[in-house]
């Protein structure tokens, strides 16, 4: 049996499920019978994970947002909030968004840092925040 033959059998055995659930062995479980407790996942599968999310924050950003006044830095804060806040979560921000098509870089960052999401994450908030303003990505 090849080891196409074995995926194949595994996939048909164990099913696909997007979310977490628990085996019979109540063990959280994910995907082809991931078990997320024992295993978990590494690094690189991490990295697979992020980008694959970060492209689905592009395009909501893109799908959503003017950015025609936007450099990528900027752009950059936009996807980093879609990530943190979901598409709903950053879709909300209707006043920052406004200053951000409008070319109100300090505008949108006054309406970014005057939220519960700040509150919340104040020194990411404040990072982007100072982002958006100077159009320069900030380090740690």
Same mark, same amino acid.
């Given at each position: 049996m090849s080891i196409q033959n074995t995926v194949e059998q595994i996939k048909k055995h164990e099913g696909f499920?997007?979310?977490p659930y628990y085996c019979t062995a109540k063990k959280l479980t994910l995907g082809y019978g !991931?078990?997320?407790d024992d295993v978990g996942i590494n690094e690189q599968e991490a990295e697979i994970l992020l980008q694959n999310d970060l492209n689905?924050?592009?395009?909501v950003v893109k799908r959503n947002i003017d950015t025609r006044y936007c450099n990528d830095a900027q752009i950059g804060v936009l996807i980093n909030m879609a990530y943190n806040l979901g598409a709903g979560g950053l879709m909300a921000f209707k006043?920052? !968004?406004a200053c951000v098509e409008a070319g109100?870089?300090?505008g949108a960052a006054n309406e970014m840092l005057d939220s519960r999401w700040a509150q919340q994450v104040p020194v990411r908030a404040?990072?982007?925040a100072k982002q958006m303003v100077l159009g320069e990505w900030?380090?740690?």
């Open positions: 499920r997007s979310h !991931r078990n997320l689905e924050c592009k395009a006043k920052m !968004r109100d870089f300090q404040e990072e982007l900030q380090r740690a």
